[in-house]
C-alpha cells in the first residue's frame, strides 16, 4: 500500500512538472516549450480536454471494478468532448494526450490501489441482491435505463453532425454505459432483460405467495334437496 502511495505521489510531482511547461514555455518542465514558441501551445480546451481524458483513461485501465472502469470510460469521452471545444476557436479539438498521460499514470495507480476495496464492496452488494431478490429487476430496470441514455447520445451525434455535437454524444452514450453497469453491482453483471417495464415488474410477481386453489360450488340441485329433505 505505501508503495502504491509512493507511486501517486510520483505521478503528482510528474503533473506538475508538465503543468509547468505548459504555463511557461521556457521553463523545462518536460513540456519543453521555446522552439518557435508553438509546438506545445495547443488550445487550452484540448490541454484540459487532454487531462480530463488522461484522467478517466487511467481510471478505467487501473481498475478491476465494472462500476468505475465505466466511469472511466465517460471521464475519457468528456475529456473529448472538452477538446471539441477548441475547434470553435479554430483549435485542433483534440485532446492533449502528452498532458494527460502524467494524470493517467496517477488514476491508474490509484484505481489499482483501490481494486481490493471495490471488490469487496461489490462482492457484498451482490450477496444482498441475491439473498433479497431483488438484483434482477433493479439490473433489468438500470440495463434498460442506461441503454436509452446511450440511444439519445447515438441521437445527438446523428442529429447534426460536426466535431463538438459527436464527442458530446460519445459522453452520452458512455454515461449511459456507465449508468447500466450499476447493475453488476446487484448481480454480478448477468441481466435478466424483460424491458424497462418488465424488469420492474418482475420484482413483485417473483415473490408472490403460491395460489390457494378454491373449492368448486356446490350444485343448486344439491342445496335445494338438502333444504327440502330437512323440512321433511
Known amino acids: ?10 505521478g503528482v510531482g510528474t503533473v506538475v512538472g508538465k503543468a509547468s511547461g505548459y504555463v511557461d514555455p521556457a521553463s523545462d518542465g518536460s513540456g ?31 481498475s478491476t471494478n465494472g462500476v468505475v ?7 475519457g469521452k468528456a475529456g473529448s468532448t472538452v477538446a471539441s471545444l477548441g475547434t470553435i476557436l479554430g483549435g485542433s479539438g483534440v485532446p492533449n494526450t502528452a498532458a494527460g498521460a ?5 488514476t491508474s495507480t490509484l484505481a489499482n490501489a483501490l481494486n481490493p476495496v471495490t471488490s469487496g464492496v461489490a462482492s457484498l452488494t451482490q450477496n444482498v441482491g441475491s439473498a433479497t431478490g431483488l438484483g434482477g429487476p433493479v439490473n433489468g430496470l438500470v440495463t434498460n435505463v442506461g441503454g436509452a441514455v446511450s440511444n439519445l447520445g447515438g441521437a445527438i451525434s446523428g442529429a447534426n453532425a460536426n466535431p463538438v455535437t ?8 458512455a454515461v449511459g454505459g456507465t449508468v447500466a453497469s450499476i447493475g453488476g453491482l446487484v448481480t454480478g453483471g448477468t441481466n435478466t432483460g424483460g424491458g424497462l417495464l418488465g424488469g420492474g415488474l418482475n420484482l413483485g410477481v417473483a415473490h408472490l405467495p403460491p395460489q390457494v386453489p378454491v373449492p368448486a360450488p356446490t350444485p343448486v340441485a344439491t342445496v335445494v334437496c338438502w333444504a ?3 323440512v321433511a
Request: with cysteine; charged share 5%; proline share 2%.
Open 1 to 10: 500500500m505505501t508503495g502504491a502511495v509512493g507511486n501517486v505521489l510520483n
Open 32 to 62: 519543453s516549450g521555446g522552439s518557435g514558441g508553438n509546438t506545445n501551445q495547443l488550445g487550452l480546451a484540448e490541454l484540459l480536454g487532454g487531462i480530463i481524458a488522461g484522467a478517466g483513461n487511467g481510471l478505467d485501465a487501473g
Open 69 to 75: 472502469s465505466a466511469t472511466g470510460v465517460t471521464g
Open 102 to 106: 502524467p494524470v493517467g499514470q496517477v
Open 166 to 173: 459527436n464527442a458530446l454524444g460519445g459522453t452520452v452514450s
Open 228 to 230: 327440502a329433505c330437512s
